[in-house]
DNA sequence: GTATGATTTAAATGAACGTTTGAATTATTA
DNA sequence: TAATAATTCAAACGTTCATTTAAATCATAC
């Protein structure tokens, strides 16, 4: 029964967090929700914040594996050329949408709790979370800025970062502002496909050479 | 002294949900740090999630009212024409950038209390939040429309959508990842100078017709 | 100066929190 | 079956929380 414990209150928490946060979900919720004794997850995981970690872990880690073994094939496909940026925002993308939207209807929830991490919990904890996204950032980060040569790698890292923001947030909000006016449809696919081609767009964009307002443009 | 312990609990209750969450910050945290008794916000808020909606409103109102006067401004100026993408954009990001990160640090700390409001308040107050965007999402929305009539409606707001994720996730990590490999000089008119190039592009990318893998590709 | 209303104060309330404890129960091994 | 370890359990611990209360203080107008 230990492994069916562990599951149920990881699978729980993962929810109950996602839903409500971290500080505001007691462990009292999560165990009764889980039908597990309260002192379960202290027994197991340590505390409050390794239960935490553990959810987060087992959530994040498949998904960057499965970014890393597409840039690998992308790679190995293009041999000496460098890999076309959407295929790259697609290797990024996809990972949490494909794999998930369909098997784990929990990913967007999920993306709610990995958007409000770094400020409610501490300094080290955040700290371990970020590092997990460090070898993922890394590899894509070289690789755009194979593609995108004329790009210096700051100016890379930034549209990554921008990237990531798109996804993130259109995973958090997207149920909110249905009612915007459109339909109030919103197939996983097509509103991936739509960010798919914004962050390609935006990978792409040419840069600006900076044009001070007063100063006057086009110096050269 | 009225106003000022109103105004020394907004200041200081902005800045502890910022750094720690709403859940994660006590009235006594506030209050002592404020140097007021602990029964002044209930007095003059009503409670805490009395004091969290003033904290957010006195924030964002005149955030939108920028943006809404520099819309009706680009309008203006391009009479029955449409308005450029960029200034759109630049119509939208700016009023948190070059009015506020140069006159109000507190701006980046701020954002990461906007990104996790929606799971850690409560359904009514989240959706009292949401609403201050309406009118701005509204606006825009029908403005970038006009200079991409090729677009749906639902294309443009989720393309919105996008935009504000990457504005408020370079807000809230922008200085998480800076260590990645580039210089760690983080200017905020750089970044958000990076942004606009990002979002603008973005918003302008063509729309591809749905390819469906494994029925064929252009079809027509 | 005195009365009236607004504000501040210290203290207390009751509930909820994470964590600990030691006994009871279950699983594993010999 | 007996012994040992792993797990579950109910109960309690001490702390912290938002909120309330009623007295004290302040400002303002008569």
Redesign the interface.
Known sequence: MAADTKERILDTAERLF????F??TSLRDITQEAGVNLAAVNYHFGGKEGLLVEVLERKIAPVNEKRLAQLEELEAAAGSDAVPTEQLVRAFVTPLCEKWCKQDPSVPKFM??V??I???VDHDL?AKF?KQF?TV??RF?SAFHRGLPHLD???V???M??????????M???G??VA????DRHDPEE?F???I????????????E?VAVGIGRGSR
């Open positions: 996602a839903d409500h946060g500080p505001a709610k709790l958007g409000r770094h400020a409610e955040r970020i460090d950032l890394h980060s790698a700051t100016e890292q930034w549209r970062l921008f990237l990531v923001g798109s996804m993130a947030h259109s958090t909000w997207g909110s502002f915007l006016g459109g339909r509103i496909e739509a960010l081609q914004f962050a390609t767009a935006g990978m792409s964009a040419p840069v600006l900076p």
